[in-house]
């Protein structure tokens, strides 16, 4: 990650400065440290030490080895990297192209398009598969439709096929958000000589375009296999169990909180969840993807000729459909009263939604008090940590990484019973409530949670801006400090902003955690709403309609924070190109 | 933006804090049980007592059980409120309800042989649950399967790859099913039942809610469920039918004081009210349906309401709650290794099997009928035999949750055995059902 282009003795301050660390970078990384050792790795430990010890306390491996005798667990674990792997090569085949053709084309609608591929995020897993069901299951509409006019049907949503269709569907934003950052991030002068030197099409993209962009890429497709890796919702919902995380979630909860083989593969999954982020991070390792000339706004979006055209658009409105037909089918809940084995619901009305807004307001703004602000404590952490990681010689920096990345493969119902267990006695300094009584424990779970998203996002972001911005700056005399918020800051903009939306709206469908956690009915967020109406048959109009109503308003959000992040980067340029 | 973080902090914490001195009539339910029962009861319950609040705490049963016990006495909620009575066992052995006699007349001690209360007073019948079938009208005609009427009668061919059920160490509601085929049967017999139908099934189910669920919006024709799910169905108007086979049981949903609660006193009013006519009442509603505890309630009931008391539902089994308890999580462990995760290969099984049956009827031959026999021997067998199920030592090693290494590895060792021998089952099974079918060429 060093400065291949400066010349030596041009950087030597820096050089010399970067080898020591100063006082201040410590205190913020004992902080972070503090933080994460108080809020998840302390609350974990008193859970899955069941994995490692005997009733009294004595340590053993024991566990480990009757997990491996189990030819179950074996079978699962198998299962698990299959469905993770072939998720992740499906999600690319989606994922790539769209982000491609709409960050550097000219294209109508890509803005609506960049906001319409992030909506998979924000269902909850179990509304998702429930309204694919409706659509592609056994009687959904698409194999009733082919019934009645081919007589075969297809099997898409039973099995372990089943399960990659809907993870491929529900985490391709993933790769989506972030390799659009890193899309936007590309010096346009790369493409530019390439295109001068004869280079286009398939071989600008393959030899250029794309390894420019691959910490993007990289930082997507761990994410979608280890959130496919540790999915539990989408397994059960399609009752699939011979896999890692159900067999975890069904033997904790069936067997008893205490059975060791729960926790052992607990521990496997963090510990493949870490071995994806490093191995990720080796790959990436000595190469260079930064660019010195940022140009998001002023990058020349090319035209695409018309045959192009034709095949773009049907692309992407094919994809679109498809990615689109889980909320297409929850819209269509949400406007019937009867919906049975037929195409469409034959009751329509309109009452799902006056029941949300009488009964449910209060967990609409709760939803964006917690979400909003873990994720902005969600991207300050995380944009800290990252340039102590890529920026700092601060000793043991990388585990403040590792540390991080823990909460991604951590079920959330471990989590939520270690909240329970660690705080049951902590009160809010000052006004002495219980801290499990108060809505800030929503706050701190989701925003340890969610952390690893932010985090990846940053990392990605300051990857790619180069080195040689800093030390410009520091040379002209700013602060370090100053450095960061003028330069750094602004120039990651686009990453951080990619990390604020994923920690926003994956907290915002949190669900496993939440029903642990809520204390009280008029503290919980719009994820338990739709849960509980979902439990039952009356309620799963309403169910539905609050879906609808979380999804418009996510996703009203995220263009919002498109256009706006666009706003400035326009702005910006204006200013430079002034005086 | 960060000093406007602070002060949104600050001011949002000083609110909470004035909210908090503000709510002290206040009941708190812990239950599993849906909004529109809850929602019903909390308007009613607000309306007869003026200035109290009810704050209705809705999480799944085992995670109800998790929270109560991670939390701190004097913090706890008031009430727990759910239908699995092994739920509230664990509860009172673990010092988490407290006795209490709420004192209504009019509600009988027994219903068939099963006790409505507690023996020991911690916990309390609030409704009655039957369970039964559930069928899609439109599925069953679409497909042309006729409507069944026993639960042997899902063993049938014809069911083949329409039914669905839940697993018994994922729902209260269907472990009772299973144990009462298990009662009603005898063992042997009773689990070549349920490995036959599990066979036909096309899904075990994650949460019991997902076969009334999937029976109602169509993706399965035919679900094993409790009543209430099936009657709500019906009366909100999807096209269901629901049914009580001969052979079922009738036990209790149950109320408790918790122990240790925030509220005691407004808790006790809150379950006295569940059981008063007024609140038995709101059980009558379409959407709920559920049935009351108190007899004298079903005379306002709607015509064709079942009355579990009125010799319309003929519980021909006598649950025994002690051997259900007594063996509880062997029949769970069981059925979770022998079919939830071992399903695909018993479906592939029966499949084999039920074709070559056809084969043999329209060609009858001797050679082909012994291997099928042997076939749906081999399959539809469980891989526990009675015996062991009365073996005290056998039983404990089920019974204790927190083991030491040693007992854990003769666990795993266990389940490995189970899980093994029954593929090895189902997989000879159906090589020899393969031949049966040769044979009848």
């Known amino acids: 990650m060093s400065a291949p282009l400066a010349a030596p003795g041009a950087v030597a301050p820096l050089n010399a400065e970067a080898g020591r660390w100063s006082a201040g970078q410590a205190a913020v990384a004992l902080a972070i440290a503090a933080f994460l050792l108080a809020f998840l790795i302390w609350p974990v430990l008193t859970v899955i030490r069941v994995a490692v010890t005997e009733p009294d306390g004595s340590l053993t491996l024991s566990h480990f080895g009757s997990f491996f005798q189990l030819s179950l667990m074996r079978e699962s674990f198998a299962n698990s990297l299959y469905v993770a792997g072939m998720t992740v090569v499906l999600a690319t085949l989606i994922a790539v192209p769209l982000a491609y053709i709409t960050v550097r084309f000219r294209f109508r609608g890509a803005i609506l398009i960049q906001t319409l591929g992030v909506l998979p995020l924000i269902m909850p897993a179990f509304m998702g598969a429930a309204a694919m069901q409706l659509l592609f299951g056994r009687s959904g509409s698409v194999n009733q439709l082919l019934g009645q006019w081919f007589g075969f049907t297809l ?3 039973e099995g372990l096929k089943g399960v990659i269709f809907v993870e491929t569907l529900h985490y391709f934003p993933f790769i989506l958000l972030n390799l659009s950052a890193a899309l936007a991030n590309i010096d346009s002068a790369m493409e530019e000589s390439a295109q001068n030197l004869g280079a286009s099409g398939w071989r600008l993209f393959r030899r250029i375009v794309f390894p420019l962009a691959l910490p993007g890429y990289v930082a997507g497709a761990s994410l979608v296999f280890i959130k496919v890796f540790d999915d539990l919702g989408t397994p059960l919902v399609l009752n699939v169990t011979n896999m890692l995380a159900p067999q975890a979630y069904l033997r904790v909860t069936s067997i008893g909180i205490e059975d060791p083989i729960g926790y052992v593969i607990c521990f496997i999954l963090v510990g493949f969840s870490i071995a994806a982020m490093a191995g990720s991070a080796a790959f990436l390792r000595g190469r260079d993807f930064a660019t010195l000339q940022r140009g998001a706004a002023a990058a020349p979006r090319r035209d695409l000729r018309p045959w192009q055209a034709v095949l773009a658009y049907g692309w992407i409105v094919g994809v679109l459909l498809l990615v689109l037909s889980p909320h297409l089918g929850i819209l269509m809940l949400s406007l019937s009263k009867v919906w049975s084995f037929t195409l469409v619901p034959e009751i329509w009305t309109l009452d799902n939604y ?5 009964d449910s307001t209060r967990m609409i703004t709760n939803t964006f008090l917690y979400c909003g602000l873990a994720a902005l404590l969600d991207v300050v952490i995380g944009t800290a940590i990252a340039y102590l990681v890529l920026r700092t010689r601060v000793p043991g920096r990388q585990w403040l990484d590792h540390m991080a990345t823990v909460a991604l493969a951590m079920p959330g119902v471990v989590l939520g019973i270690g909240y329970l267990r660690t705080f049951r006695d902590t009160e809010i300094p000052f006004t002495g409530e219980a801290l499990l009584g108060s809505w800030l424990i929503f ?10 998203y932010a985090l990846r996002s940053c990392n990605a972001a300051l990857q790619q801006v180069h080195l040689s911005l800093e030390e410009a700056a520091q040379n002209l005399g700013a602060s370090r400090a100053r450095t960061i918020w003028r330069v750094v800051v ?6 951080i902003l990619a990390g604020f939306v994923t920690s926003f709206i994956t907290a915002a469908v949190e669900i496993s955690e939440t029903i642990l956690l809520t204390s009280r009915e008029s503290l919980a967020p719009m994820s338990y709403g739709i849960y509980l109406y979902m439990q039952s048959i009356a309620g799963r109009g309403p169910g539905a309609a609050l879906g609808v109503v979380a999804i418009v308003m996510v996703a009203l959000g995220t263009y919002l924070s498109h256009r706006f992040v666009a706003a400035r980067h326009a702005q910006q340029f204006m200013k430079g190109q002034r005086p | 933006m960060q000093s406007f973080l602070a002060a949104r902090l600050a001011a949002a914490i000083l609110a909470l804090a004035a909210t908090g001195t503000a709510a002290q009539q206040q009941v708190t339910i812990l239950t599993s049980f849906p909004k529109e029962l809850t929602s019903a009861y909390k308007a009613a319950f607000e309306r007869a007592n003026p200035g109290m609040r009810v704050e209705i705490l ?23 409120w759910a239908s699995a009575p092994d739920a509230f066992e664990v509860l009172a052995k673990d010092g988490l309800l407290a006795k209490f006699d709420p004192a209504v007349k009019g509600i009988p001690d027994k219903i068939g042989n099963y006790p409505v209360n507690d023996p020991q007073g911690f916990y309390r019948g609030q409704a009655l649950a039957g ?7 439109r599925y ?9 009427k026993e639960w042997a009668d899902l063993v049938k061919p014809v069911y083949f790859g329409h039914l669905a059920t839940s697993s018994p160490s994922r729902s209260g509601t269907t472990h009772l099913t299973i144990e009462t085929i298990l009662q009603a049967e005898g063992w042997e017999k009773g689990w070549s039942q349920v490995l036959q139908i599990a066979g036909n099934a096309v899904a075990i189910t994650e949460r019991s809610f997902g076969v009334p669920d999937g029976v109602s919006n169509g993706q399965f024709g035919i679900g094993l469920v409790i009543d209430f799910f099936g009657l709500a169905a019906k009366n909100s108007g999807f096209p269901v039918e629901f049914a009580y086979p001969s052979q079922t049981a009738i036990v209790p949903a149950n109320i408790a004081l918790v122990n240790g609660a925030k509220n005691a006193d407004l808790g006790r009013r809150f379950i006295q009210f569940s059981l008063s006519p007024a609140g038995q009442e709101l059980l009558l509603d379409p959407k709920i349906s559920r049935l009351p505890v108190l007899p004298e309630t079903y005379r306002k009931a709607p015509a064709g309401y079942p009355d579990p008391y009125g ?8 649950f025994d709650s002690e051997l259900s308890e007594s063996r509880y999580f062997v029949v769970s462990a069981l059925f979770d290794h022998a079919i939830t995760f071992r399903h695909k290969e018993l479906v592939a099984a029966t499949r084999v099997i039920h074709e070559a049956a056809v084969k043999l009827a329209a060609k009858p031959n001797a050679q082909g009928q012994r291997l099928l026999t042997e076939a749906r021997a081999l399959a539809f067998t469980p891989v526990v035999d009675e015996t062991k199920t009365r073996d005290k030592g056998f039983l404990a090693l089920f019974r204790e949750t927190k083991r030491d290494a040693a007992r854990q590895k003769q666990m795993t060792a266990l389940e490995e055995h189970w899980g093994k021998q029954a593929r090895q089952n189902y997989d000879k099974a159906a090589a020899l059902a393969r031949q049966a079918a040769a044979a009848a060429k």
């Open chain 2, 58 to 80: 809705n999480k799944g049963t085992s995670a109800g059980v998790a929270y109560l016990r991670e939390t701190r006495a004097g913090d706890r909620p008031d009430v727990f």
């Open chain 1, 490 to 495: 602004p120039l990651m903009a686009g990453g």
């Open chain 2, 140 to 148: 069953l005609a679409a497909n042309k399967v006729p409507a069944p």
């Open chain 1, 443 to 452: 706050v701190l779970a989701y925003t340890v949670r969610r952390l690893p």
């Open chain 2, 311 to 318: 010799g319309k539902i003929r519980a021909k089994v006598n």
């Open chain 1, 155 to 157: 099997p898409i949503m």
């Open chain 2, 131 to 137: 369970y039964g079938l559930m069928w899609n009208t």
């Open chain 1, 354 to 358: 006056s029941v949300v807004f009488r």
